[in-house]
């Protein structure tokens, strides 16, 4: 008998195995039921009485999300889905009428409350962000990030720029907020941080976010943050600047060299205390530790050396180890644009 043979025979393998089996299919299963309950819970605004409705709206809703979830790029691409995955479909309860019409998809997409699907999705994603959280057990990261909804043309000609508010160790959206303009995006940060918890987590963004209010509400709010030094607040920018020269860090470290792209990256972070670095900190609410990055690359096929430095405030303590991790986060979240 082969040794695996002998320990399933013993029936310590069996039930164990099928444990595992069974937790992956409940898991599935609460997650798809949740799904149903979520797309259940969008007013159908559609006129009922009149009789000619072929599609459940939670079906439609949940077409576009399993879709989407699969990587479909619009409506054409959301059917063929539809139709490739139809038995499945059935299966579980839906469409069974067959796959609605793309024009069907566009004015389910065009009735439905924006706001108010935003606000169910918000509910939604705190459900599992709360699951996954506590199975993790480590300190929540969200990148606050703004874009342009290419391809969405509002009635003033521009695309809508999205401010997100992003759990990166979770892949979830927690909440978003439209303005109609880029430079709006100083004033939806703070309502953006209304609709979410983030007491105990730490708040990243970019040079945009360096405002009083903002920084006063992540405060406030129980949070911590790490934000990019930039030309936008220059008494703040140049003053760190000019007095790191004479300070000695805390404490530094450096990555270890990475090849990618044809360059050898080698990062190196300096972490100082603000204390005597940080002119006016009553306007910021308190001391910050200043972060200054380093990046030193070669480029493999000529040797050719480049460095740059950035620099970075943060209300988390200096004793913070490799706070790195939090600058690297926020720039994976900036490259998926």
């Known amino acids: 008998m082969k040794p695996l043979d002998q320990v399933r025979s013993t029936g310590a393998y069996a039930p164990d195995h099928t444990a595992k089996v069974h937790n992956k299919f409940d898991t599935r299963r609460s997650i798809l039921e949740e799904l149903r309950a979520f797309a259940s819970s969008v007013p159908d605004f559609r006129r009922l009485d009149k009789g000619n409705i072929r599609h459940r709206l939670d079906d439609i809703i949940m077409l576009m999300i399993l879709g989407r979830i699969a990587g479909c790029i619009g409506r054409a691409e959301i059917l063929e889905f539809g139709r490739y995955n139809l038995n499945k479909l059935h299966k579980m309860g839906m469409l069974k009428n067959g796959v609605p019409s793309e024009a069907t998809l566009c004015r389910v997409e065009n009735g439905i409350n924006d706001t108010g699907m935003a606000d169910?999705?918000?509910?939604?994603?705190?459900?599992?962000?709360?699951?996954?959280?506590?199975?993790?057990?480590?300190?929540?990261?969200?990148?606050?990030?703004?874009?342009?909804?290419?391809?969405?043309?509002?009635?003033?000609?521009?695309?809508?720029?999205?401010?997100?508010?992003?759990?990166?160790?979770?892949?979830?959206?927690l909440a978003t907020e439209a303005c109609q303009e880029k430079s709006n995006e100083i004033k939806a940060v703070p309502i953006l941080l209304d609709k979410i918890d983030i007491a105990g987590k730490v708040v990243t963004a970019d040079a945009m976010s360096m405002q009083k209010d903002i920084v006063e509400k992540i405060r406030k709010k129980g949070g911590d943050f790490l934000i990019e030094l930039k030309?936008?607040?220059?008494?703040?920018?140049?003053?760190?600047?000019?007095?790191?020269?004479?300070?000695?860090?805390?404490?530094?470290?450096?990555?270890?060299?990475?090849?990618?792209?044809?360059?050898?990256?080698?990062?190196?972070?300096?972490?100082y205390d603000g204390l005597d670095i940080i002119a006016d900190k009553e306007k910021w609410g308190g001391n910050m530790t200043v972060i200054e990055y380093e990046s030193s690359t070669v480029k493999k096929s000529t040797?050719?050396?480049?460095?740059?430095?950035?620099?970075?405030?943060?209300?988390?303590?200096?004793?913070?180890?490799?706070?790195?991790?939090?600058?690297?986060?926020?720039?994976?979240?900036?490259s998926m644009h």
């Open 303 to 334: 040797g050719a050396y480049t460095s740059e430095k950035r620099l970075y405030v943060s209300s988390m303590p200096t004793h913070t180890p490799k706070p790195g991790i939090f600058v690297r986060n926020h720039w994976s979240i900036e």
């Open 120 to 173: 169910r999705m918000q509910q939604f994603a705190q459900i599992f962000l709360d699951r996954l959280l506590n199975a993790c057990r480590v300190i929540e990261i969200i990148c606050i990030d703004g874009k342009a909804e290419r391809g969405t043309v509002q009635e003033n000609g521009r695309s809508p720029d999205i401010v997100s508010a992003y759990s990166f160790n979770t892949g979830i959206t």
């Open 231 to 271: 030309a936008n607040q220059p008494s703040l920018r140049y003053g760190v600047e000019d007095r790191l020269a004479g300070h000695i860090p805390v404490y530094s470290y450096s990555e270890d060299p990475v090849l990618a792209h044809g360059r050898i990256e080698t990062r190196t972070y300096r972490i």
